[in-house]
């Protein structure tokens, strides 16, 4: 695979579809960025895309400090030995009174005169979603954290350095621990910031990497 061809691919890990803000690769004056917004993933600048000046100094104001190696094998290993749980999509119900969308009008008469109210669809009770009979994915059970130095990491976030670090397919350093992040560096010239979670109970710590 091409640099720029793995490069994409890495920073395509964080581009979040769904939303309105996160879902395309952004550019600074040196580097192509993206981020789910609990992430952030920078790779040298490459190719065409849109600018934002602002939301990433995060990024640029983390200084290199520690630069320790990180294991990223044993790291994978720790995501297989977490819990999971099945994910229930929810369909949405065809209800023929209302249409689907849930409210219905009413006609109400008094003394020859009419008012009109919008109330749940008596059909369907206005209820239009369901939980899907079948699971979706899996995802991580609640109340399972990896902690890396001195700060704690949700899963998904660690699954998706993890998915960067396998892409790039570089050794992984721990470059920096500050404020509420920690920016790790794949390869030369690749980052990964990631930030920690608020807090998290002792026992809720499923593996630590010490650094
Ligand atoms: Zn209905």
Same mark, same amino acid.
């Given at each position: 695979?091409?640099?720029?061809?793995?490069? /994409?691919?890495? /920073?395509?890990?964080?581009?979040?579809?769904?939303?309105?803000?996160?879902?395309?690769?952004?550019?600074?004056?040196?580097?192509?960025?993206s981020?789910?917004?609990?992430?952030?993933?920078?790779?040298?600048?490459?190719?065409?895309?849109?600018?934002?000046?602002?939301?990433?100094?995060?990024?640029?104001?983390?200084?290199?400090?520690?630069?320790?190696? =990180?294991?990223?094998?044993?790291?994978?290993?720790? /995501?297989?030995?977490?819990? /999971?749980?099945?994910?229930?999509?929810?369909?949405? =119900?065809?209800?023929?009174?209302?249409g689907?969308?849930?409210e219905?009008?009413?006609?109400?008469?008094?003394?020859?005169?009419?008012?009109?109210?919008?109330?749940?669809?008596?059909?369907?009770?206005?209820?239009?979603?369901?939980?899907?009979d079948?699971?979706?994915?899996?995802?991580?059970?609640?109340?399972?954290?990896?902690?890396?130095?001195?700060?704690?990491?949700?899963p998904?976030?660690?699954?998706?350095?993890?998915?960067?670090?396998?892409? =790039?397919?570089?050794?992984?350093?721990?470059?920096?621990?500050?404020?509420?992040?920690?920016?790790?560096?794949?390869?030369?010239?690749?980052?990964?910031?990631?930030?920690?979670?608020?807090?998290?109970n002792?026992?809720? =710590?499923i593996?630590?990497?010490?650094?």
């Amino acid at each position: 695979m091409e640099k720029t061809e793995k490069y /994409l691919k890495a /920073l395509e890990v964080l581009v979040d579809s769904d939303s309105f803000e996160y879902n395309k690769v952004y550019q600074t004056d040196k580097h192509n960025i993206s981020t789910n917004r609990y992430c952030l993933v920078a790779t040298p600048r490459f190719g065409e895309y849109g600018t934002k000046s602002h939301g990433f100094s995060v990024f640029y104001d983390i200084k290199e400090q520690i630069a320790k190696p =990180i294991d990223i094998l044993a790291v994978t290993d720790s /995501l297989i030995k977490l819990e /999971l749980v099945d994910v229930f999509e929810e369909d949405e =119900i065809d209800c023929d009174a209302c249409g689907g969308c849930g409210e219905v009008y009413f006609d109400f008469y008094h003394n020859g005169k009419s008012y009109e109210v919008e109330a749940d669809c008596p059909v369907c009770d206005g209820v239009i979603y369901k939980k899907s009979d079948k699971p979706a994915t899996k995802d991580f059970k609640d109340g399972q954290f990896i902690k890396i130095g001195d700060m704690c990491f949700y899963p998904q976030r660690v699954k998706e350095l993890v998915a960067v670090a396998s892409i =790039i397919g570089e050794d992984v350093l721990v470059v920096s621990q500050y404020g509420n992040a920690t920016m790790f560096k794949i390869g030369d010239d690749v980052y990964f910031l990631m930030m920690k979670v608020r807090s998290c109970n002792p026992e809720e =710590i499923i593996s630590t990497f010490e650094l």
